[in-house]
């Protein structure tokens, strides 16, 4: 069974090839689980975008809720999504049935949220468990059910590996996790800086 140290008080990211940008968290504590509050900022295909975000979580990291606020030169957006912890979901207060099943939000825009899943299934080495999640797109703020898989792979040099896929966007790789369960590698997404 997976363990992880408690998260630190920040972690960034800088994100490459897929966009220039980078993203910062900070973790607060909550009596049953975690607040991570952040911001990435980026430059995707000629187009700028900032997505802010507060993450609360349970005690087993599954997501309770999330509000993103976007700007971009579209405009601004903001959002609240709302989860009973069960895989029941409500997004600006209205009931989301295609998220039902899903236990863990992923913000496009965020190397963070790939922790979320990790932290909550505690996978063993060789175990694997599909993730769906609900998937919130960086500009608009889009809300989308995305199907994912995890495959816990041994550790190398302390370190836990992950088998990560996301069949609708052809993303297959190998994503590499420190001590607290934060990615420190997504390739051709983000690395860790902090």
């Not at 940008?21 to 689980?33: A, K, N, Q, S, W």
């Not at 979580?57 to 509000?67: E, F, G, K, N």
């Not at 989860?83 to 965020?110: F, I, K, M, N, Q």
């Amino acid at each position: 069974m997976t363990t992880f140290a408690p998260p630190p008080g920040a972690a960034a990211w800088r994100h490459l090839d897929a966009r220039t940008g980078f993203e910062v968290v900070h973790f607060r504590p909550l009596p049953d689980g975690h607040r991570a509050e952040g911001c990435t900022t980026a430059v995707e295909e000629g187009r700028t975008w900032v997505v802010d975000y507060v993450i609360e979580l349970d005690a087993s990291w599954a997501t309770r809720s999330a509000r993103l606020a976007s700007r971009s030169a579209e405009g601004g957006r903001q959002i609240l999504l709302e989860t009973d912890g069960a895989g029941r979901w409500r997004v600006d207060g209205a009931s989301a049935s295609w998220l039902d099943g899903c236990l863990d939000v992923d913000l496009e825009s965020s190397a963070l949220t790939n922790a979320f899943p990790v932290h909550r299934m505690r996978l063993g080495v060789g175990a694997a468990s599909p993730a769906p999640a609900a998937f919130v797109r960086a500009a608009d703020l889009a809300v989308e059910r995305l199907e994912q898989r995890y495959a816990r792979l041994p550790d190398e040099e302390g370190r836990q590996r992950y088998d990560y896929a996301a069949p609708v966007f052809d993303v297959a790789c190998r994503l590499v996790y420190d001590g607290s369960g934060l990615v420190l590698d997504y390739p051709g997404l983000a690395v860790r800086a902090a």
